[in-house]
């Protein structure tokens, strides 16, 4: 897997949020606009390794409508270029990353300034990891509309911050 390829193949979050595949532009837009996000971790850029973030995603899949947009507003903060690519397609790389051999989505790959990767976030925050596992779906409506994303800010930002 040659990832500065794939990263380099991939396409921006605006033209992700505009490809004519996306039937809900706006709710990327909306996620990306309101969700907050404090100036202040500007200074974790410091001390990681991370230069650029590829993503996997898919516009249909809520995890993907939830977590891409907050990664793509960090990434906009910290100054960390960052590529999305369809799942479609790149199964077979993204089953490198992921510990359980599915092509899951979102997945992030932290990449260093060579390119290789730091490290991974894929999915889900683990609070909802562990509802999942535990067959608890009440979190659904919550999870789409915001609840968890300090979770998933907290969780992106340690992996920036530790890659």
């Known amino acids: ?8 193949s991939g396409i921006s979050f605006n033209d992700f949020i505009k490809s004519e595949d996306n039937k809900n532009p706006e709710i ?20 990681s390794r991370v230069s650029s973030v590829l993503a996997f995603a898919e516009s249909w899949c809520p995890d993907c409508q939830v ?11 910290l100054g960390i270029d960052f ?7 790149y199964e077979e790389d993204m089953m490198v990353l992921c510990k359980d ?12 300034d060579s390119f290789k990767v730091v490290g991974t976030w894929i999915e889900r925050p683990k609070v909802i990891k562990e509802l999942v596992a535990k067959g608890d779906n009440s979190f659904r409506s919550g999870y789409v509309n915001g609840a968890y ?9 340690e992996k920036i911050s530790r890659s």
């Open 28 to 47: 990327f837009k909306n996620r990306f606009e309101t969700v907050t996000i404090d100036e202040s971790i500007k200074n974790i850029k410091d001390s």
């Open 83 to 89: 590529h999305i690519l369809k799942r479609k397609g």
């Open 149 to 157: 994303d300090k979770e998933i800010i907290d969780e992106l930002l």
């Open 1 to 8: 897997m040659d990832i500065k390829k794939l990263f380099d």
């Open 67 to 77: 977590s891409v947009p907050i990664m793509a507003k960090i990434c906009a903060i």
């Open 101 to 112: 051999k599915e092509a899951k989505i979102p997945t992030f790959a932290f990449l260093d």
